[in-house]
């Protein structure tokens, strides 16, 4: 046997080089590999047109298209009959059997096939026991829902609203623009089930009591004020009644149904955005995080919006991520100096002056606020000049944020989030402020008053973004068209998206005191939409820059959360201390919060429930809840860490496997050819591995290789084996097609050992 | 969307409506789109086959720089003409209810240039070249150097090429997956 320098040099550098290294027998190789032939979960299998299917080039030679479509369908239906959840012949497991055939990466004609071919298994496999009463009533429960759903999902999608204009401006502006759009029908069908649910309750039941003689009377100024005849109105607090509502013998009870109605509404809203916000967290920011971070394949792969219609929009998307390329390549290719530290504390504490300064600017706008308020004057439109200067004051500070943050060292997208918080903070500031202004002060029906500067804000801010800023940005379209050099206009959606978390924790705070306020915010958003579409359609144009949609939306529902969140804190600490005792509906109790505990289950007569209650609003178990939510958060963060340093150690496992299979794979591809000389290279010592390869592996033959794999050093039979059965679905395939294969001596059992192969390496993946 | 309704039968519907993640709506109002690409022959023949060149006038396609490869992974004669049942399943892959995991193996098809089954090198090229349009082409070097990025972060066994496993990882990881890869009805 001659010396053959049989070892390939591995490269020198760590990457490999890129070319696949296609010999025949390479590939026929790996196309029996076991990762390859078990299909996955979403029950992989190629379509027909791959030339390097060799599972089916045998059958494609001896029958046509249409049995070689039924081949593939068996294939499928025994894979799925593996699972036997599927296979019953329950309501439930067709439910599964119809996701699964849903999920099938097939046509439709196959996917029929499939179903066939299916369900006459599943019912040959049927035992036809009986079913009892309970499991009937049970199905019939579950397939009743379903049907239900199915036809919610189907009346939703004929009604749903602004369908087609909503897919016009995503096709022309991108999803980031559209999931803007979104939120505005969101939030205003939110607002719309609400105005329904206080109207039905509160409203109607009033206006029944009311005695129908006031005469309508009222003046402009009364209108924008919300002072004068609107003050004892439906609008506000004060002018529901305390009592029972009495109509064609139906006696009806105020404070109850107010009260209820209120705190049902909000928790109901609270609960409902808690749970999209996690959901939407949990999607965007968990489960894409944790391990390497990647840039280039999500640019590569996600950047392209596939809704998008308008060339327009196609050649700036085009040009954008052409750009973007450009940029991230040359950052990679400047010779990143690591910055000293000193420049980087520099940095830090600019963010943290820039923070203060804005934290300074909140408080000196608040403490203006609260003298403003407190100052007494006689001008009759005072406090209309003081819900003006607020809502001018909201309009501009996130401009002036805008510049503060650009002078800080931020990302792009961290900036964004960051001037949000900020405007946020000052927006809720002020309500808060305005809420604490209005319990302390010692008017009579405080309430009213509360409710009247909640109904001037929203007017005033209606007046500002449904005519004040759209006329702004079709003056700055224009000036665009005389002098195209100048900045194009686009769509900011960072700024709108604030004007509707503005809205809507306004409407928070004035809900328990103004009811008919949602239904004014209903309106606004409605007309919002239009007015905004329009903007978007003739002033604006597509953005240059790709927009991080997910991470924002969670952002925006994070922040209309919190505000709801405040918004029950605020109240609620009200609730507990005082009520108004002069006007509106509660003027019998002593607290709010008497409604429930005195009215609805009258502790004063139970005094072990009345004790229990108390017990759990004393400052000790209160802090036992808080520490107990304060290990949980830390043992999370704890089995995070731990997960993610397995993954390092996963990946690189992965590695070395590859490595492990290339060389074998070149193993088998150079003994396919011929070349099965495995001869050490003179240099090496008898200790050497080729040596103990020679030893113990390969008999020493001159004809007739057998490669007998449980000689190898590294021994099979000393592992723990998996427990899990060996199954070979296509083991009749696999010896078709050895008779085939000329190159290979037929004592040469490498289908044995491919086995033992997949087998060992089926050991390495579970140690 | 009513005039739809006389074409199929409840059968036809509800087999469409437990084959796809539409509802009955949906799909005859994905019929209606069809038919606006060729109206005589889809009036004839309501699962008629048209062939490529009507189905990429179809506003969304149009302006998609893959549109020839989405056409082609979802024909079933894998030369581009689709019937309607090709275009439903399309239509079904892109909506909102498909899950990420069918998207993300439809997403590698049509990426797979050479459909051996894994994302080369010349597959990314491909992609790479497509995604900046027609007019700007970055240079050889720049394009090698963004693929060996791409490699860099996404190959994990090393082998120079995404197989589908690794491509899947690449899509759990990005949250804007599921907005861009999404065709409205």
């Not at chain 1, 309430?447 to 801010?461: I, K």
């Not at chain 1, 020493?700 to 059965?725: C, E, Q, T, Y």
């Not at chain 2, 009036?43 to 490869?69: Q, S």
Request: hydrophobic share 45%; net charge neutral.
């Amino acid at each position: 046997m001659d010396d053959e320098i049989e070892v390939d040099p591995r490269p020198l550098s760590s990457r490999r080089s890129f070319t696949l290294r296609n010999s025949a027998a390479r590939q026929v190789a790996v196309n029996f590999m076991p990762s390859r032939q078990i299909p996955y979960n979403t029950l992989r299998l190629r379509r027909n047109n791959t030339e390097n299917n060799a599972l089916l080039t045998d059958v494609a030679e001896a029958a046509d298209e249409a049995d070689n479509a039924d081949v593939q369908a068996n294939i499928i239906v025994r894979e799925m009959e593996q699972h036997h959840q599927l296979m019953e012949d329950t309501p439930d497991a067709e439910e599964l059997r119809r996701e699964a055939l849903r999920e099938l990466p097939q046509g439709l004609t196959m996917k029929r096939n499939v179903r066939a071919k299916l369900s006459a298994s599943v019912s040959l496999r049927s035992k036809r026991k009986p079913i009892s009463l309970w499991k009937r009533f049970k199905y019939r429960m579950s397939f009743g829902w379903k049907r239900t759903k199915d036809r919610m999902r189907d009346l939703v999608f004929s009604i749903e609203l602004w369908y087609e204009a909503i897919r016009n401006i995503e096709g022309h502006f991108g999803s980031a623009v559209g999931s803007y759009f979104y939120l505005v029908r969101w939030l205003f069908t939110m607002n719309l089930l609400l105005s329904g649910m206080v109207i039905l309750f509160v409203v109607v039941p009033q206006v029944l009591h009311d005695k129908p003689d006031r005469t309508v009377n009222f003046g402009f100024w009364d209108f924008i004020s919300g002072q004068g005849w609107l003050e004892d109105s439906l609008l506000f607090y004060a002018h529901y009644h305390d009592g029972a509502v009495v109509t064609a013998g139906l006696s009806y009870y105020m404070p109850f149904a107010y009260f209820f109605t209120m705190v049902c509404l909000y928790l109901t809203c609270f609960a409902v955005l808690c749970y999209r916000t996690a959901y939407s967290y949990r999607r965007n920011f968990i489960e894409t995080g944790g391990g390497v971070t990647l840039i280039f394949a999500n640019k590569v792969f996600c950047g392209w919006d596939f809704g998008i219609v308008s060339h327009k929009a196609a050649e700036l998307t085009s040009t954008s991520i052409y750009n973007e390329f450009k940029e991230l390549l040359s950052e990679q290719n400047r010779n990143k100096v690591s910055m000293p530290v000193c420049v980087r504390i520099c940095q830090y504490m600019t963010n943290v002056v820039a923070t203060g300064l804005v934290l300074a600017l909140v408080v000196a706008v608040n403490w203006g606020l609260w003298h403003m308020l407190e100052a007494e004057t006689e001008w009759a439109v005072w406090e209309l000049a003081v819900s003006a200067l607020l809502t001018l004051v909201v309009t501009l500070c996130p401009l002036v944020f805008y510049g503060v943050v650009k002078l800080e060292y931020y990302t792009r997208r961290t900036a964004v989030y960051v001037t949000l918080a900020r405007t946020w903070l000052l927006d809720m500031g002020a309500l808060m402020l305005l809420l604490v202004y209005w319990s302390r002060s010692n008017t009579d029906c405080w309430e009213t008053r509360f409710g009247q500067e909640a109904y001037r804000l929203v007017l005033l801010d209606a007046v500002v973004s449904l005519l004040v800023l759209p006329a702004i940005e079709f003056i700055r379209a224009l000036i665009y068209k005389l002098n195209p050099d100048s900045s194009a206009p686009e769509f900011n959606i960072a700024y709108n998206s604030l004007t509707l978390i503005y809205n809507q924790g306004v409407l928070w705070f004035g809900l328990l005191f103004s009811p008919l306020l949602v239904v004014a915010v209903t309106i606004k958003f409605f007309i919002l939409f239009y007015v905004k579409r329009e903007c978007a359609l003739r002033a604006c144009q597509p953005a240059r820059k790709v927009w991080r949609a997910a991470q924002t939306q969670t952002v925006l529902y994070v922040l209309v959360t919190l505000s709801l969140f405040a918004t029950l804190f605020g109240l609620g600490s009200l609730f507990f201390r005082s009520s108004s005792k002069v006007c509106g509906p509660f003027r019998g109790y002593e607290t709010v919060y008497s409604v429930l505990s005195e009215g609805a289950l009258r502790l004063s007569e139970h005094p072990a429930a009345a004790t229990i209650l108390a017990f759990f609003g004393r400052p000790g178990p209160l802090a036992f809840i808080l520490l107990f939510l304060c290990v949980s958060v830390y043992y999370m963060r704890a089995r995070a860490l731990a997960h993610s340093s397995m993954v390092v150690i996963l990946r690189h496992m992965l590695v070395l496997q590859a490595k492990d299979k290339d060389f074998l794979l070149n193993a088998i591809a150079k003994v396919s050819n011929g070349e099965w000389s495995y001869s050490p290279k003179a240099a090496e010592g008898p200790d050497s591995h080729t040596w103990k390869y020679i030893r113990d592996v390969r008999k020493p033959s001159n004809s007739g290789f057998h490669f007998d794999a449980s000689r190898l050093s590294h021994s099979f039979g000393d592992r723990p084996r998996s427990r899990v059965k060996e199954y070979r679905p296509y083991s009749h395939l696999t010896e078709r097609s050895k008779s085939n294969d000329g190159d290979t001596d037929s004592s040469f059992s490498w289908q044995g050992s491919s086995s033992r192969l997949a087998q060992a390496e089926d050991d390495k993946r579970w140690p | 969307m009513g005039q739809g309704k006389s074409q199929f039968t409840e059968e036809e519907l509800q087999d469409y409506e437990d084959l796809t993640y539409f509802t009955k709506k949906e799909v005859l109002y994905a019929h209606q789109k069809f038919k606006a690409l060729a109206p005589e022959k889809v009036g004839h023949n309501k699962n008629a086959k048209l062939p490529m060149a009507k189905v990429l006038t179809y506003p969304e396609l149009k302006v998609n720089p893959f549109k020839d490869r989405i056409c082609k992974v979802f024909s079933s004669s894998n030369d581009g003409d689709c019937t309607f049942e090709d275009f439903l399943d399309m239509m079904s892959v892109f909506s909102e209810m498909a899950p990420k995991a069918v998207k993300a193996e439809h997403a590698f098809r049509i990426f797979d240039f050479d459909g051996d089954d894994m994302i080369g090198v010349s597959d990314l090229r491909e992609v790479i070249q497509r995604l900046c349009g027609p007019e700007l082409k970055l240079t050889d070097s720049e394009i090698q150097q963004l693929v060996q990025n791409v490699l860099e972060e996404a190959d994990l066994d090393d082998d120079g090429a995404l197989s589908f496993a690794e491509f899947e990882h690449i899509i759990d990881k990005s949250s804007d997956f599921c907005h861009a890869f999404r065709i409205r009805l």
